[in-house]
Each structure stands twice: as structure tokens, then as C-alpha cells.
């Protein structure tokens, strides 16, 4: 079971993860604990578009000649750090929303989405979900030139059909159950 292979091989990319806030850590830990799983390199910092505005354009300037390949972003807020970044580099930039305050990732979500054209941002869907879909589209970035990290990628997606199928199977017979005493 790809989920619980502790052996897995370094794969040859390297992704910056960045987060606007050290709270933000639980949601991004959904992502960290994906791109471990799959042997992704990977480096984790803490900026901000707003609070450290500088250090977060020179993460930015910096990031193709330390080697990434692409970079996640996470923030919450009037988020902008995803958006910030793209604007300085020519590497894919991924987004995460992260929940945060009054309304809970929608600004977030909304602020990240709606780039204007020629600074695209893959921004995923807010929160955990979100953050391990970051994760996975990194993968898949990185596996058109990494053949054995594409080979794990088949075996994630078979057990997601095989979980489906297990469950419907359970569900089917206690449905067909429940309608035999109506
Ligand atoms: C954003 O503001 C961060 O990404 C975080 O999601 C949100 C709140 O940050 P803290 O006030 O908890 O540091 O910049």
C-alpha cells in the first residue's frame, strides 16, 4: 500500500513550500506529509507577502537558482503571497487557501484565484484538501520527467479506486439490507 511505504526512493525535483504564517503549519502539514510519502524533496519557509514583503520577493527572485523546480504557497487573509511570487518567477507557482479569520478561506481563496492574465497561479480548493491536492499536482509536475515518481502516482490512483470499490461494495449490501425491511 503506497500509503504506508516507508521505502520510497528520492525522486529528482525539489519544491519550495512557503506559508504566510507559522499557523498556518496544520493545514500545509496535509501537503508535507504527501510529498514525504512520495521521496519529493522539498524545503519549508515562513514568509509573508505583507508583514515580510522583502524577504518574500527575494524567496522569489532566488527559488530557480536554488534549484526548485516549483514552489507551493499557502496563506490566509487577503492572501497575495502566491500571487507575489508568480509575479518574480517563471516557475510554477501552486496556491493554497488557507482558512483563516471571518471568512474562513473564501478571501483567501478569491484573492489567489483571480489572477490578472499573464500571472497564472494554480490555486487549489481551500483548507487540508486543498493543501494535499497542492501536493499531488507537484507530483504530477514532477513526474513527466521522473518515470519512477509517475510509477507511484498509478499506484496512488489504483488505491484510490480500490478504496472506492471496497466501501461501495460495503454500502451496496447494508443499502440492499435496509431496503429488504422496508
Ligand atoms: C496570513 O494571515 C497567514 O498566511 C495566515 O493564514 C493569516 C493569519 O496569520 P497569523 O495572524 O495567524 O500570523 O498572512
Not at 529528482?12 to 503549519?25: A, P, R, Y
Not at 512520495?38 to 520577493?57: C, I, L, M, Q, Y
Not at 536554488?66 to 516557475?91: D, K, M, P, Q, Y
Amino acid at each position: 500500500m503506497l500509503f504506508n511505504n516507508k521505502e520510497v526512493a528520492v525522486a529528482k525535483g525539489k519544491v519550495g513550500v512557503i506559508m504566510g504564517s507559522e499557523s498556518d503549519l496544520d493545514v500545509i502539514m496535509e501537503c508535507i506529509k504527501l510529498l514525504k510519502l512520495f521521496g519529493v524533496n522539498f524545503e519549508v519557509d515562513v514568509t509573508s507577502a505583507h508583514r515580510s514583503p522583502k524577504k518574500t520577493h527575494e524567496y522569489a527572485r532566488k527559488a530557480a537558482q536554488r534549484g526548485f523546480n516549483l514552489i507551493i504557497a499557502a496563506a490566509g487573509g487577503s492572501a497575495h503571497l502566491a500571487g507575489v511570487i508568480a509575479a518574480e518567477t517563471t516557475l510554477p507557482v501552486i496556491a493554497i487557501p488557507v482558512p483563516s479569520g471571518e471568512l474562513r478561506g473564501v478571501d483567501a481563496l478569491l484573492s489567489t484565484v483571480q489572477m490578472p492574465k499573464g500571472v497564472p497561479v494554480a490555486t487549489m480548493g481551500i483548507g487540508k484538501s486543498g493543501a494535499a491536492n497542492a501536493a499531488l499536482l507537484a507530483i504530477q509536475i514532477l513526474s513527466l520527467s521522473d518515470a519512477p515518481l509517475r510509477k507511484k502516482l498509478h499506484g496512488f490512483k489504483k488505491e484510490l479506486a480500490d478504496r472506492v470499490s471496497e466501501v461501495s461494495g460495503k454500502t451496496k449490501k447494508n443499502l440492499e439490507k435496509i431496503i429488504e425491511k422496508i
